[in-house]
């Protein structure tokens, strides 16, 4: 499951708040793993990539609320890491032309030839009347 998806299963308009602790835990150590995995590909000293790991170094806190708040935390967190990183890939790529196919002048010489021998062809078996 990508990050983004994940954090869509906690801030989704649509989707409710995980009911089990069990539920709390699975989120937030995915959510860790997408920090993990998006902060190899920034820079270290990035200030959203060390509030991440903050909030991923912070124990999961006991009590219904506290509980829900630290994942929907953790969730805006990854969210925002993998803004940045979409917004850096799509930086560093050069903007791509699409290749346009050009034919030689010889290939375009023989398509008329072609084609005037095959008008005079049938100009030449249609019947006189």
């Keep these: 499951m990508s990050a983004t998806q994940t954090v869509t299963l906690v801030l989704g308009e649509d989707s409710p ?10 989120l937030v150590l995915r959510l860790r793993g997408h920090v ?5 590909l ?3 000293q990035e200030p959203v990539l060390l509030r991440a790991q903050q909030l991923c170094s912070v124990g999961l806190q006991e009590g ?4 829900r708040v630290h994942l929907v935390r953790l969730a805006e967190a990854t ?4 803004k940045i990183r979409l917004d850096n890939v799509g930086a560093s790529r050069p903007a791509r032309r699409l290749a346009r196919w050009t034919p030689q002048i010889n290939v375009l010489r023989g398509a008329v030839f072609a084609v005037a021998l095959t008008c005079l062809v049938w100009a030449a078996s249609v019947p006189r009347t």
């Excluded at 993990?36 to 190899?40: A, E, P, R, S």
């Excluded at 219904?64 to 509980?67: A, G, R, T």
């Excluded at 969210?79 to 993998?82: G, N, P």
């Design 17 to 26: 708040l995980p009911e089990t602790a069990a539920d709390v835990e699975d």
């Design 36 to 40: 993990n995995q998006l902060g190899t």
């Design 42 to 44: 920034m820079p270290s």
């Design 64 to 67: 219904y609320l506290p509980s």
């Design 79 to 82: 969210r925002e890491l993998a």
